[in-house]
């Protein structure tokens, strides 16, 4: 009888070991990375802030504002928290127009919505002034490929000129 205990003994661990599935673990690390995908960065919500902090306390760019790591984590959470709704709202907007692709004006329009009108003339004018900026850049970018694009054909030409099978050629037709 003791032979018979000693062998159903032996295989419970190892029925137990097989119960614990592999993924489990794997799991919990899934949601992390899903959930730090949704995260702000958290070095550009940190400098968004304190210097939001230290405009408002008057001391300038340069005032040194210390704010605790929970209060950050939450400036971070509730910006993210805000970006979800405010897509979600523009989206909306965006099905309301029988279009698939949200565009400035219903970013806009969500913000009225939302009851957050006090934001669109000052995201507006920042919008206008980042398209100008933008437009500034395509045209000087134009200009430069145009520019090399000449270069490259006057490049171009004069090999071809002094070639005298072209030449030959040409007089054959």
């Keep these: 009888m003791p032979r018979k205990a000693a062998k159903e003994a032996a295989p419970q661990p190892a029925a ?12 919990p690390a899934a949601a992390m990375s899903e959930a730090e995908v949704e995260e702000l960065p958290k ?71 939302m009851e957050f009108s006090e934001f669109v003339e000052p995201l507006r004018t920042s919008l206008e002034e980042f398209r100008s900026k933008n437009a500034d850049r395509r045209s000087e970018a134009s200009k430069k490929q145009k520019e090399k694009r000449r270069k490259l054909n006057e490049e171009s030409h004069p090999q071809n000129d002094d070639v005298p099978a072209d030449d030959a050629n040409e007089n054959d037709d």
């Design 16 to 27: 137990a070991a097989q119960e614990e599935p592999a993924p489990a673990p794997a799991a």
């Design 43 to 113: 070095a550009i919500v940190r400098r968004l802030v304190k210097d939001k902090l230290a405009h408002i306390a008057g001391g300038g760019e340069g005032a040194e504002v210390i704010v605790n790591k929970d209060a950050m984590v939450a400036f971070a959470e509730s910006a993210r928290i805000f970006i979800h709704y405010l897509s979600a709202t523009a989206n909306d907007m965006c099905k309301e127009s029988k279009r698939q692709t949200i565009n400035a004006d219903d970013v806009l329009k969500a913000l009225d919505e």
